[in-house]
């Protein structure tokens, strides 16, 4: 499909998809939307900011909309955060305006009350984590029985997180004759068992490669010692317009780096797992409607949060893991735009850097660690020495793309 336009949807969808400036489908929404339509089983894998979230947003709200009216939950998305959980609410808002469909969220950190008010109120659509919600069956606050749509996004997260248990029970309270749609950055060994005991026939869907960043992402390197990280920064934020995200490894860290930013006059929030929920809600729209021009993250931000118009990632330091990265990076060059992505690490972490580069098929550092370009910065004594810092820049050759 080359336009929204094409698809089988409602007037009333396709009104919603017009106002809200949705014209051109993306390749996942493209191979996903229709076979989703026709009450197929899904299991798609995709990079982060490729447009999963329309792509089962319409079919749900298509088949609720023409089909047999009918009262209580017909539709369960989970998801790994709350963050993701609220932003898929929010397109859901959108999306169904008109369409006699409603949605309620079921997430921690927010009021219980006005979460079971909504269910109760008649929502047909319900988002949820799977802790809350698992939380709220065992006290038998939230019937499921009546589902006919279940979407898990986010699936290899959500493993992740350890959530496998809790989804298997979650699972088992749903009808047996449902549609599944499940949505994955990776299919690994654990989330291919989910997959296969929750399906039937289901239509497969591939896009790009999965392994690596996208090639949309112009990927660079700086090689410094660990107290010369606050002034690379400070340096790229004055030589690069545009928000940036900035990752930390510890919620210490990441209060301390957006402190520090603060005080040199940079608008800087902060957003890990000890924030409290309006605190997280706060930060990630302060930074989405450009209050803030540096978000500084742990990785409860890698994944499960969209922000269009990512301009720059930066990983202050490492990742845990290869994988990490790649959810890193995704949260620039999305939707067709072309991000960048800089990786700051010291001259102990060269075997760490290594890794990611054979784990991924990417490469960061040049052979023999030859630097692209020499930057120089005063030392931090103030004399008139200097320490030259190793910077390369790589542009991803173009990823292999499977159907």
Do not use: C, W
Not at 192 to 215: H, M, T
Not at 297 to 311: F, S
Not at 332 to 347: N, Q, Y
């Amino acid at each position: 499909m080359n336009t929204f336009s094409e698809f089988p949807l409602t007037t009333q969808l396709h009104n919603n998809l017009s106002k809200h400036g949705f014209q051109i489908p993306t390749p996942i929404q493209s191979m996903t939307i229709e076979p989703a339509i026709a009450g197929r089983d899904l299991v798609a894998t995709a990079q982060t900011g490729t447009g999963k979230t329309l792509a089962f947003v319409l079919p749900i709200l298509q088949l609720l909309s023409t089909g047999e009216r009918r009262r209580g939950i017909r539709a369960l998305i989970l998801s790994p955060t709350r963050e993701l959980a609220l932003q898929i609410n929010e397109t859901l808002v959108k999306m169904s305006k008109g369409t006699g469909q409603s949605a309620a969220v079921a997430v921690g950190g927010l009021s219980e009350r006005s979460q079971l008010n909504a269910i109760r109120n008649g929502a047909t659509i319900l988002v949820a984590t799977p802790g809350r919600l698992y939380d709220y069956l065992s006290r038998n606050l939230v019937d499921l029985s009546h589902v006919q749509m279940f979407v898990l996004d986010e699936a290899d997260r959500m493993l992740d997180m350890g959530f496998l248990p809790t989804i298997k029970r979650i699972t088992a309270a749903l009808p047996a004759e449902r549609q599944t749609l499940f949505f994955s950055a990776t299919i690994e060994a654990s989330v291919k068992q989910l997959v296969d005991s929750q399906v039937r026939n289901a239509v497969r869907v591939e896009l790009g490669s999965i392994s690596k960043p996208s090639e949309q992402v112009d990927l660079r390197y700086v090689e410094v010692e660990q107290d010369g990280k606050l002034a690379v920064l400070k340096g790229l934020l004055n030589d690069h317009e545009g928000s940036t995200l900035v990752f930390a490894r510890t919620k210490r860290g990441a209060d301390r780096l957006a402190k520090r930013l603060s005080e040199e006059g940079v608008k800087t929030a902060a957003i890990h797992g000890d924030r409290s929920q309006n605190q997280r809600i706060q930060a990630l729209q302060g930074f989405q409607r450009g209050y803030y021009r540096v978000l500084v993250a742990t990785d409860v931000a890698a994944r499960g949060i969209h922000v269009d118009n990512v301009a720059h990632v930066v990983n202050y330091d490492l990742p845990g893991a290869p994988e990490d990265f790649i959810h890193r990076v995704g949260r620039t060059g999305r939707a067709g735009a072309r991000g960048m992505a800089t990786t700051l690490g010291t001259r102990s972490e060269r075997s760490d850097v290594a890794n990611i580069e054979r784990k991924l098929s990417i490469q960061l550092l040049e052979p023999g660690q030859r630097p692209a370009a020499v930057l120089r910065m005063p030392s931090s004594n103030g004399g008139g020495s200097s320490r030259r810092l190793v910077f390369s820049s790589r542009r991803m050759r173009p990823a292999r793309r499977a159907i």
